[in-house]
Every structure is written in C-alpha cells, then in structure tokens.
C-alpha cells in the first residue's frame, strides 16, 4: 500500500528509463501496482517488455462485493499477471487455502498469471513446521488446477519471518525451500512441470543479497518488495537477476 497515483507514475517513467540497460532476453519485468494506479502505469509501459500485475482478485466478476475487484476489472485496466495469497493478506485479512484456490480459478479463467504465494511464519519456522506448512499451502491452494493450468502459474515462496524484520533468509534456505516446493509440483503434477514452473524468492530481497539468492538452482526470480519502491533498488535487483540468468 505504497505509492500515489503520481508517485507511481514517478516511478514507472524512472523504470522505463533505466530498463533500456537491461537485456529483457534474460529477465521479466513485471510491475504491480496498487488498484489506484494501474491504469496510469499500464499507459506508460504499453509497448514496452515491462508487463503489469495486480496486487489481489476476488473470484466474482461482478455483484454486491464492496472493495472488490474482479478479474473483468484488472483485464480492463491492462493486468496480465495477478499475485495471489500474498503473506500478508493471509496474515492481515485471513485469507485462507481455500479462498487462495478460488482466486487462482478465477484467475487463470481470465487469462491472468496468477503469481501464489507460499511461505511459514517464524513460529511454523521453529517448531520445524516448514515443509508441513509449503506442503499444505501447495497442495490445498493448487487443488484441481490441471495440469495445463499449473504451467501458468508462477509460484512464490516468501518466509514470513523474513518480510520487513531484518532478519534474512539464507540462499540456502531458500534453495531447500523452493527444491522442495518443486519436488512437491513433481509428485502433484510430473517432473516435467515442476522443472517448467517458475519459483520466486521473496524476503527481504536486496541488491545486496539478490546475486546470491539468485543464482540458487530452484530460484528462478524475485518477489520484490520494499526494494520495489525505488528505481535505483529494484533496477539493481533486475539487473543481477539478468547476470545470473541461468
């Protein structure tokens, strides 16, 4: 919840600028800003490789939903890619697996990429109740999605206890977290989907720390947060994520 519609034109316009410096061969840029602003953003990256998401979607297209918006909605403003289940609205609003499931129904049936998120709390984390947690996550949140459907989605794993605490996940928690989650998709789907499906990385990810997690072998992108915010930030991040493209 960051960013007036004029601050999130700022900030497209100085992405625009600074991604000519990128080799979009090696990297997708997707932008997700809130409800407000996506209109204005999707007029200034048109024609460009840098694609617009939404932050959340409600499974109805339309009726008596108050604060909602619906998937005929964001294809209206110019969404192609919808995050789904997002730590916080689990945490915040009780977004539950079931809920997280319907969004991603309603979003594939509008031809969005749902980005899911997946990911334990600390207290999950120390009680060893990590893989219990992704496992639940994925297996419930993915329920009835074929096989055709799940080489849509993007998966994002963010470890709760490393969002906005200043403690960070290591590359190696985040490698056996996301090997894991894959071997899930192996076993829920085949070997050859859950080699396709794109698995994110997102925790306190930084120009600092993005090379590193990066280059892990079942890290295949970055759920941006905070480090979104500025253009000198996220422009960094991308732009190892294009140096380490495996």
């Known amino acids: 919840m960051y960013k007036t519609i004029p601050e999130a034109i700022e900030l497209a316009n100085g992405l625009m ?7 979009t061969q090696k990297v997708d840029i ?32 339309e009726g008596a939903f108050t604060g909602e918006v619906s998937g005929v909605m964001l294809k209206d403003a110019g969404c192609r890619f919808v995050i789904i289940g997002h730590s916080e609205r689990r945490q915040y609003f009780g977004e539950t697996n079931e809920a997280v499931n319907k969004k991603i129904k309603a979003a594939l049936r509008h031809g969005f990429i749902p980005i899911v998120c997946v990911g334990e709390t600390l207290s999950q984390r120390e009680a060893n109740m990590t893989f219990e947690v992704l496992k ?16 849509k989605i993007v998966i994002a794993y963010e470890p709760v206890w490393a969002i906005g605490t200043g403690r960070n996940a290591t590359a190696q928690q985040a ?15 085949s070997k050859d989907v859950a080699g396709e499906v794109r698995i994110q990385y997102g925790g306190s990810v930084k120009p600092e720390n993005a090379a590193e997690i990066l280059s892990q072998p079942d890290v295949d992108g970055a759920l941006v947060g905070g480090a979104s915010l500025k253009v000198e930030t996220f422009f960094a991040i991308a732009k190892k994520g294009s140096e380490v493209r495996k």
């Open 136 to 151: 639940e996550q994925v297996q419930e949140g993915l329920s009835e999605i074929s096989t055709e459907d799940m080489a």
């Open 175 to 189: 490698q056996e977290a996301q090997k894991y989650i894959r071997d899930l998709l192996g076993k829920q789907y």
């Open 17 to 23: 600028r600074e991604f000519f410096n990128i080799d």
């Open 30 to 61: 997707v932008l997700c800003p809130p409800f407000t602003a996506l209109a204005e953003v999707a007029e200034i990256i048109n024609d460009s490789s840098i694609q617009l998401g939404a932050q959340d979607i409600y499974w109805q297209d």
